[in-house]
């Protein structure tokens, strides 16, 4: 990528990232490129989920307490862990913010605070200190604007929707339905809607970033822009832009890149529902003769805790071992990114979480979506209707649609034109970082931006 006319000589950034994993991995992602560009990078995270220094020698690290207590975060609450977060975050980030600031060398100061738009609290305390900030949106724009759509219809008294809508379309948001519409089940609506509201607030903050690109978002992009005063700088697919170590919380499995190596061109599934998505024991069941019966090879990342009932594998049906033999491997997380793009793989059945629905199609792999909650409904439409390099499995769980759906993603010529669609759509994502390119433009103009400060 060309360098700017200018470079910024030490001027540091501050990254507050959200602690999940499906946001940490773009924040530091995009750490790492604004490291390449001459920044030098400070990340300032919870103790909850705290990212590991040693992967990142190149960052400085400032933990911050967070006030969890451990029955908040074992509940897996994901809205009223945010909530307690932005409460209990804004004095502990000031007080880490003041220190730095008071010790800071004058040619080393602090030009802008970029923060995860669920850790708004950061914003008053860049705010109060001077300090410009910049929101990171880590998900679609499609999934904003129906976050958007779902405060609307809040505010003209249309939520909670009748089931009878369930399957309409919901106007101006084609082709979402209500029942795709991202509501989180974490916790009440009301809750929810403040998480949602305060997010999408883009108080003084001066720009935005987001983790998508105009091949695949550009109408859902042009909508936010025009009611949106401040500059939207839309340089995803993040982990094509600077390879970043791993920022997994979990020990990646690197024995399946061994066990793919001996599979044939294209011949595997690869099966992950995220770091999020947890499944029942009669699911479990459902998926696994699935993906027995579809007689294809698969790889599957089963995370620990994420069956309900059992640490890990306990609940895998009786015979499916043996009736598996070598075709399947299954491991508690791997290298997804490099599992991707490896040759091997074929086809990606994905919980449509934003990370892995970009790392898919920067790969060229067509996907399976089952999606879960949340945003993921909203990209399973997306992956099957507008871009169409993807099925959707619509219903419960059944072994019967899953061995069938494999079938014809993976080898079947009704399966072709998706495969096709999915390999244009990687060439297109590619022409975008190229020089020229819309991804390659906002992102020497978000250099530029931030230089000014
Ligand atoms: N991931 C991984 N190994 C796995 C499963 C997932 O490295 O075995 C990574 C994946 O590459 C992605 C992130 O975890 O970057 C998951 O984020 P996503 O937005 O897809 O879903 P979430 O976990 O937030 O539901």
Not at 261 to 282: C, F, N, P, R
């Amino acid at each position: 990528m060309e360098m700017p006319k200018r470079t910024p000589r030490g001027q540091r950034l501050v990254l507050v990232p959200c602690p999940y994993q499906g946001h940490i991995n773009p924040m530091l992602q995009l750490g790492k490129f604004l490291h390449s560009k001459g920044f030098s990078i400070t990340i300032v995270h919870t103790h909850f989920n705290s990212p590991s220094p040693s992967n990142h020698p190149e960052f400085i690290f400032l933990p911050i307490p967070d006030g969890l207590t451990v029955p908040l975060v074992s509940s897996g609450n994901i809205i009223a862990i945010l909530l307690a977060l932005n409460a209990n975050c804004k004095s502990s980030f000031l007080q880490c913010l003041t220190t730095q600031v008071m010790k800071q060398e004058p040619e080393k100061k602090i030009t802008c605070i970029i923060y995860d738009e669920f850790m708004y609290f950061s914003e008053p305390v860049a705010n109060h200190l001077n300090i410009p900030s910049i929101i990171l949106r880590t998900t679609s724009a499609a999934n904003f604007l129906a976050r958007t759509t779902v405060v609307d219809l809040h505010s003209k008294g249309l939520i909670p929707f009748p089931d009878s809508e369930l399957l309409n379309p919901v106007p101006q948001l084609h082709p979402i339905r209500f029942k795709d519409l991202p509501i989180s089940p974490f916790d009440t609506f009301e809750n929810f809607l403040k998480v949602v509201v305060n997010a999408h607030d883009v108080r003084t903050s001066s720009a935005i970033i987001c983790n998508t690109t105009d091949c695949l978002d550009q109408s859902s992009l042009a909508r936010i822009q025009q009611h949106c005063q401040v500059p939207i700088f839309s340089i995803g697919p993040l982990h094509k832009i600077a390879t970043a170590a791993s920022s997994s919380f979990l020990e990646e499995d690197t024995s399946c890149i061994e066990w793919l190596d001996k599979q044939s061109h294209k011949s595997v599934i690869y099966v992950s529902l995220g770091s999020v998505a947890s499944i029942g024991e009669k699911e479990l069941a459902e998926m696994a003769w699935g993906l027995a019966n579809s007689k294809q090879p698969f790889l599957w990342v089963i995370r620990p805790g994420s069956v309900i009932g059992s640490d890990w594998t306990e609940l895998l049906p009786q015979g499916f071992r043996e009736a598996i033999g070598e075709r399947g491997f299954i491991v508690k997380w791997a290298p997804q990114r490099e599992v991707l793009a490896h040759g091997a793989v074929g086809g990606f059945w994905t919980h449509c979480g934003w990370n892995s629905t970009l790392e898919s199609i920067s790969e060229g792999v067509p996907m399976i979506c089952k999606p879960c909650f949340s945003d993921q409904k909203v990209h399973a439409r997306y992956i099957s209707r507008v871009w169409r390099i993807g099925l959707e499995l619509e219903d419960e769980f059944e072994r019967g649609e899953i061995e069938r759906a494999v079938r014809k993603l993976m080898m079947n010529s009704d399966g072709e034109e998706i495969r096709m669609r999915a390999k244009d759509m990687k060439e297109k994502i590619q022409v975008s970082m190229s020089k020229g390119g819309s991804n390659y433009n906002f992102l020497n103009e978000l250099v530029e931006f931030i230089m000014a400060f």
